[in-house]
Every structure is written in structure tokens, then in C-alpha cells.
């Protein structure tokens, strides 16, 4: 089980009617203390010179790090928000998937932060990024 505090069922975690559905983004695989997700590389998620938005590799890192924070609370006590999210964008993709891996840094009562690597489909590594969640008790 690891650090999951909940179940984890892939195909549980689209997301509904949200932007994971619109961007495709597909929850992949996880570990004890790691999940993965991908999203493709096409004209929903190019920039105007045809490579990956910067934003849109937020976007999965953000979507990936939330859902593995909301795995690891107990949700009847608690919910999770984002407080900081950053990005270093290393290689521009043009075409594919790209997939990436959440790790937790630390998993504190009250905040959460991980790191989130990005990878295109030969391997090589795309983005960094951090994020921070808030644990946020329900009133």
C-alpha cells in the first residue's frame, strides 16, 4: 500500500467531464510511492510554433500531484488545493505522448510537495516540476 491512503483504481481518476477529458490525460501506472500519467502531444496541447505548451505540462503535472495528494489523505477529514506549482521546461516535443511520475518530497499533516518529472517517449526528460498542496481539513 505505501503511502496511499485510499484505493488506487486508474481508471477511477479521469476526472469526469473536466480538462483530464479534454486534454486526454490517462492516469497510467503507480508504486508504493509513485503514480504516472500521460497526455498527448497534439493540437490541443501545441503552442503556436507546434511544440508542447509549457502550460499544458503544468497542467499534467498539476492534475498528476493533486490526485496523488488526494490519495494520500483521508477524505472524509480532509481535501487538498494547490498553493505552488512550478516548472522548468528542459526539451520541446512536438508529437507523441508525454508521461510523467509524481514523487512525493514530503508528506506533512498540512501540506504535501511533490516532485513531478515529465519524459517524451524516447525517455528523455522534458520538465521538471514542483508542486505544493495544501491539506485542508473539512469544516
Not at 31 to 60: E, F, K, N
Amino acid at each position: 500500500m505505501g503511502i496511499w491512503k485510499q484505493e488506487v483504481e486508474l481508471d477511477q481518476l479521469h476526472g469526469g467531464q473536466s480538462i483530464n477529458t479534454l486534454l486526454d490525460i490517462r492516469f497510467e501506472d503507480f508504486g508504493d510511492d509513485w503514480i504516472s500519467a500521460s497526455m498527448p502531444v497534439d493540437h490541443r496541447t501545441h503552442q503556436p510554433y507546434g511544440i508542447l505548451h509549457g502550460g499544458a505540462s503544468v497542467v499534467l503535472a498539476e492534475t498528476l500531484g493533486s490526485t496523488a495528494s488526494y490519495l494520500c489523505i483521508d477524505k472524509d477529514k480532509f481535501y487538498c488545493v494547490g498553493l505552488e506549482v512550478n516548472a522548468n521546461h528542459l526539451k520541446a516535443v512536438r508529437a507523441g505522448r508525454v508521461t510523467a511520475v509524481a514523487r512525493p518530497v514530503h508528506l506533512g499533516r498540512t501540506t504535501h510537495v511533490w516532485d513531478i518529472r515529465l519524459h517524451n517517449e524516447e525517455g528523455e526528460a522534458t520538465c521538471i516540476s514542483r508542486l505544493t498542496m495544501a491539506v485542508v481539513p473539512i469544516k
